[in-house]
């Protein structure tokens, strides 16, 4: 029995559900098995639409996720572009939406207030004409602050993975790895490492916080930590060797089927509260309160 273990951490992240929406997008405070699937699939420079292979990978793997620190739920707005059509065919892509090649502006006025319409002479009708219109909106998006996570991988019987490939690529990704969203990068390298035995050794012989050895990564490893609980959220697949007992069972839908067409399988994902002693960081009394962690960076 073999585990693979690396970590997850940045300042910032976004772990998604399976309710976000397009004006609202919410956040869990774990990564659930898409995410952990479509970072392996990145480190291994697995394309999107390569279906085959991304199944391939999802099917000989079991995951589990262990998250700790605060992880202070956060929310912020953006705008988003969308895009209104009347009598035309689907668009292939967002980019073929925007695209506006071949169509004329006409400029519109609705309710007292002027707007351009892209039209082209027919249509999906050929009696009737086309036309897009462009929307800006408002988006409410929640990010997590201030976790770190520990992202657990066994094979399955028979199945045609091998989880030193995984780490080497994991040490050397093909594409860019990033928690969530792309203006998340990992604030941390992976670090990953294979070891024998299952998810609770894993759990024991794996740290959540690596070791550096002096000047402002030491101070930073020192200020990580002390931000830590006792207490570990772990979630993880049904049959992952070597988990402990579960506390309760969820079903949730982010098991992926196809990345192409964006669809994702309902699974039971099982999840227990592993609790142990906090150790106070030298030089301090506690977890320093709810202060951010770049304030509580700095004041180290």
Not at 61 to 89: I, M, Y
Not at 217 to 227: G, I, V, Y
Request: with cysteine.
């Amino acid at each position: 029995m073999r585990t693979l273990c690396f970590r997850a951490y940045g300042a910032l992240a976004s772990c998604g559900t399976q309710e976000a929406g397009t004006v609202n997008r919410p956040t869990a405070r774990h990564f659930g098995r898409g995410a952990v699937l479509g970072m392996i699939d990145a480190a291994l420079g697995i394309e999107r639409d390569d279906e085959d292979d991304r199944r391939r990978m999802a099917a000989g793997l079991w995951t589990a996720v262990a998250a700790e620190g605060p992880r202070r739920v956060r929310n912020e707005f953006r705008t988003v572009q969308t895009v209104e059509t009347s009598n035309l065919p689907p668009f292939a892509s967002r980019g073929k939406a925007f695209d506006t090649a071949g169509f004329e502006p006409v400029l519109k006025e609705e309710n007292g207030k002027r707007h351009v319409r892209w039209t082209v002479p027919e249509g999906a009708n050929p009696r009737k004409p086309g036309w897009k219109r462009f929307h800006t909106m408002v988006t409410y998006r929640e990010h997590v602050e201030d976790g770190v996570w520990r992202i657990f991988l066994a094979a399955r019987p028979g199945a045609d993975v091998d989880l030193d490939t995984i780490a080497r690529a994991l040490r050397r990704p093909a594409f860019e790895l990033y928690l969530g969203r792309r203006d998340m990068p990992l604030g941390l390298p992976p670090d990953p490492k294979v070891i024998d035995g299952g998810l609770t050794e894993a759990l024991d012989a794996y740290p959540t916080v690596p070791e550096f050895g002096k000047g402002v990564l030491k101070s930073f490893s020192r200020s990580l930590r002390r931000r830590l609980s006792g207490d570990v959220e772990l979630a993880w697949d049904q049959g992952f060797p070597g988990a402990p007992d579960a506390e309760e069972t969820r079903l949730v839908q982010d098991d992926p089927t196809s990345r192409v067409y964006w669809r994702f399988a309902t699974r039971p994902e099982m999840r227990a509260t592993i609790r142990r002693p906090v150790l106070p960081a030298a030089g301090g009394t506690g977890t320093g309160g709810s202060s951010s962690i770049l304030d509580r960076f700095w004041e180290d």
